[in-house]
Nanobody, 120 residues
Framework: QVQLVESGGGLVQAGGSLRLSCAASRRTGTSYAMGWYRQAPGKEREFVAG????????YYTDSVRGRFTVSRDNAKNQVYLQMNNLKPEDTAVYYC?????????????WGQGTQVTVSS
């Protein structure tokens, strides 16, 4: 059973930046996609960004494209989300995700989440 542990959330002013990290416990020799979801109060969980095993393919929801960048370090079993030009509407709990390395990825496991709050 893979475990995902997020870190890096916090409080930031609008226009600021944050970098989220996620460490995955995983068997070696397996290829898997990783990514990020978020859930704002009163809303459903939504996909934010994803990245293939090789890192050659990345995926973003329209509202964050150009502001957020997803990356990964397979040697460390980690995935990152660099968030720039943050907006109050980015406020949410952010969840790391992992799953099948398909195109697009198919996620089936999520972490516990980390809170991101953007003040106006």
């Amino acid at each position: 059973q893979v475990q995902l542990v997020e870190s890096g959330g916090g409080l930031v002013q609008a226009g600021g930046s944050l970098r989220l990290s996620c460490a995955a416990s995983r068997r070696t020799g397996t290829s898997y996609a990783m990514g990020w979801y978020r859930q704002a109060p009163g809303k459903e969980r939504e996909f934010v960004a994803g990245i293939s095993w090789s890192g050659g393919s990345t995926y973003y929801t329209d509202s964050v494209r150009g502001r957020f960048t997803v990356s990964r370090d397979n040697a460390k079993n980690q995935v990152y989300l660099q968030m720039n030009n943050l907006k109050p509407e980015d406020t949410a709990v952010y969840y790391c995700a992992t799953g099948y390395d398909t195109d697009p990825p198919s996620f089936n496991t999520w972490g516990q989440g980390t809170q991101v709050t953007v003040s106006s």
